[in-house]
Antibody
Framework: EVQLVESGGGVVQPGGSLRLSCAASGFTFSSNWMNWVRQAPGKGLEWVSRINPDESITGYADSVKGRFTISRDNAKSTLYLQMNSLRVEDTAVYYC??????WGRGTLVSVSS | EIVLTQSPGTLSLSPGERATLSCRASQSVLNNYLAWLQQKHGQAPRVLIYAASSRATGIPDRFSGSGSGTDFTLTISRLEPEDFAVYYC?????????FGGGTKVEIK
């Protein structure tokens, strides 16, 4: 059974930082592209970032470019998202996603003063 | 950026009826890398279909995907009570990955 379990969300002030993690199991993590997708309260889905299996290719939405960094540890089957200079508009549930295998349950990031 | 337009916005149907949902892309989706997702209130999205027509593991065969290029369709052959939800299409052939605005399938 595929499992994607996010952690690391919480409440942070504007300008602060958080690091999200996603522990993956049930598929060959090291062979697959991985993504972060977010959903603001009551809104649609917004892609945030992606990374290829060997970390040689990454991509970011314009809204987070220069502030967020995606990475992975294939030995630990874990995906990361380092989020710096957080803004109020970054408030959302953040999902770890492998397009074919599934979505995690998400972790809530709330940016508020 | 590829813009995905879903129609209709809302589909009102009864259990047992057939549902046909459309997703149109502003340009051709590379390799037909188009997925369909189901989201129920308060839950994470679930992958139904990937690569336009491949059912994800554990998805019932009443769900089917078709199409290529810029026009894609999700068909639910006979609606079950648990199928009333919001459905999104997503293209992952090129960055930025993008999503449609969703189709809500509601009980008539």
């Amino acid at each position: 059974e595929v499992q994607l379990v996010e952690s690391g969300g919480g409440v942070v002030q504007p300008g602060g930082s958080l690091r999200l993690s996603c522990a993956a199991s049930g598929f060959t993590f090291s062979s697959n592209w991985m993504n972060w997708v977010r959903q603001a309260p009551g809104k649609g889905l917004e892609w945030v970032s992606r990374i290829n299996p060997d970390e040689s290719i990454t991509g970011y939405a314009d809204s987070v470019k220069g502030r967020f960094t995606i990475s992975r540890d294939n030995a630990k089957s874990t995906l990361y998202l380092q989020m710096n200079s957080l803004r109020v508009e970054d408030t959302a549930v953040y999902y770890c996603v492998q397009v074919q295998y599934g979505w995690g349950r998400g972790t809530l990031v709330s940016v508020s003063s | 950026e590829i813009v995905l337009t879903q129609s209709p916005g809302t589909l009102s149907l009864s259990p047992g009826e057939r549902a046909t949902l459309s997703c149109r892309a502003s340009q051709s989706v590379l390799n037909n890398y188009l997925a369909w997702l189901q989201q129920k209130h308060g839950q994470a999205p679930r992958v139904l279909i990937y690569a336009a027509s491949s059912r994800a593991t554990g998805i019932p065969d009443r769900f089917s995907g078709s199409g290529s290029g810029t026009d894609f369709t999700l068909t639910i052959s006979r609606l079950e009570p648990e199928d009333f939800a919001v459905y999104y299409c997503q293209q992952y052939g090129s960055a930025p990955l993008t999503f449609g605005g969703g189709t809500k399938v509601e009980i008539k």
